[in-house]
């Protein structure tokens, strides 16, 4: 099992920025995935940026050029720094890790909310 909290949502004007930061509760190692993802009223959870298991990053069309995922393996940390932030990205986001080997798992967090407004 994997706990994950997320920190540092909040409101924020259009064209701000914020970092959000995932903490797991344990290293983790093997076959795996970890990313962000957002899911905003009314609509499903959707992929904002991710590592695939080879250590390459995913970004989701909508973020790219805005928003940089990374991580610090030593802190069992995943970070998301969200700049020039609109009204469309506001959600709540979750921290993801989706485990293939040696176990299976695919963890969340509960979840910290993002509100862009003026």
């Known amino acids: 099992q994997v706990q994950l909290v997320e920190s540092g949502g909040g409101l924020v004007q259009p064209g701000g920025s914020l970092s959000l930061s995932c903490a797991a509760s344990?290293?983790?190692?093997?076959?795996?995935?970890m990313g962000w993802y957002r899911q905003a009223p009314g609509k499903q959870r959707e992929l904002v940026a991710r590592?695939?298991?080879?250590?390459?990053?995913v970004y989701a069309d909508s973020v790219k050029g805005r928003f940089t995922i990374s991580r610090d393996n030593a802190k069992n940390m995943m970070y998301l720094q969200m700049n020039s932030l609109t009204p469309e990205d506001t959600a709540v986001y979750y921290c993801?890790?989706?485990?293939?080997?040696?176990?299976?798992?695919?963890?969340w967090g509960q979840g910290t909310q993002v509100t862009v407004s003026s």
């Open positions: 993801n890790v989706l485990q293939f080997a040696p176990s299976s798992g695919n963890y």
């Open positions: 344990r290293s983790i190692s093997g076959l795996y995935t």
């Open positions: 590592f695939t298991s080879g250590g390459s990053t």
